[in-house]
């Protein structure tokens, strides 16, 4: 229909001529209230937005000296968090001597992502800040 009679029809029905898709060929009108499209729309993009999950990053604490047994129970943990799409951050602190075998804590953050290798996937692995070392999983 030619835009002077689309008008000319909206006016008759006192609503206003909304271009609904400008991108198709030829742009969509549509013969509609515009205070109630926009009252739609904002509440349409509300409830896209309320639908999206933000991911945010937990963080799991670990030491040398944790027995398997407490490992296995953050494992069970770190598993939830990776089932409800979030990136897990372990570390590791090393204290006193322990700085000294950095082999060792390097051994004990790999063994542990082994524990984790069917929830996760290692993002970066560990590595060195100081004395923690890092390690970041993201959820399969």
């Given at each position: 229909?030619?835009?002077?009679?689309?008008?000319?029809?909206?006016?008759?029905?006192?609503?206003?001529?909304?271009?609904?898709?400008?991108?198709?060929?030829?742009?969509v009108c549509k013969i509609l209230d515009f205070g109630k499209f926009l009252?739609?729309?904002?509440?349409?993009?509300?409830?896209?937005?309320?639908?999206?999950?933000q991911t945010e990053v937990k963080a799991i604490r670990i030491g040398m000296r944790t027995d398997l047994h407490d490992l296995e129970v953050k494992a069970k943990k770190i598993a939830n968090f990776l089932s409800k799409r979030n990136i897990v951050k372990i570390s590791l602190v090393l204290r006193g001597r322990e700085r000294a075998h950095k082999e060792l804590a390097f051994?004990?953050?790999?063994?542990?992502?082994?524990?984790l290798k069917d929830k996760g996937t290692?993002?970066?692995g560990p590595k060195s800040q100081g004395n923690t070392i890092i390690m970041l999983i993201n959820p399969l």
């Open positions: 229909m030619a835009i002077e009679k689309a008008i000319e029809l909206a006016r008759e029905r006192e609503m206003d001529l909304v271009e609904v898709s400008p991108n198709a060929t030829p742009p009252y739609r729309q904002k509440k349409q993009d509300q409830k896209q937005k309320k639908a999206q999950k051994d004990q953050m790999k063994a542990f992502a082994e524990m290692v993002q970066e």
